[in-house]
């Protein structure tokens, strides 16, 4: 079974940081294009950053480049997404996805619509 489990949510103060993580169980990141999402309930998903294991590109949308950073670790088959100078509109719950290499990071952050793989970690950015 393919899933995603995610971790490191939490509640911070605005301009904090979180790290989280994704383990990935079933398959090997190696082969697939790994994003971070986020959604609050009613919107639809948002790609926040993706990142491709065939070339190690990377795409970030607008509003978090600068401050959240993408990694993963192949060796543990892990994902992180960074985050700093949180904001309150950051508020989410965050996903782990992947999609073959087909995709690129940028088509992948793109999809809106979406059937996570795991339960998400809470991200609440209030003073």
């Known amino acids: 079974q393919l899933q995603f489990v995610e971790s490191g949510g939490g509640l911070v103060q605005p301009g904090g940081s979180l790290r989280l993580s994704c383990t990935a169980s079933?398959?090997?990141?190696?082969?697939?294009?790994v994003g971070w999402f986020r959604q609050v309930p009613g919107n639809e998903y948002e790609g926040v950053s993706c990142?491709?294991?065939?070339?190690?590109?990377?795409y970030y949308e607008d509003s978090v480049k600068g401050r959240f950073t993408i990694s993963k670790d192949n060796v543990k088959n892990m994902a992180y997404l960074q985050m700093n100078s949180l904001k309150p509109e950051d508020t989410a719950r965050y996903y782990c996805?992947?999609?073959?290499?087909?995709?690129?990071?940028?088509?992948?952050?793109?999809?809106?619509?979406?059937?996570?793989w795991g339960q998400g970690t809470q991200v609440t950015v209030s003073s």
């Open positions: 990142i491709s294991s065939l070339d190690g590109s990377i």
């Open positions: 996805v992947a999609r073959p290499l087909s995709f690129t990071p940028h088509t992948l952050c793109e999809i809106t619509k979406l059937s996570p």
């Open positions: 079933g398959f090997r990141l190696d082969y697939y294009v």
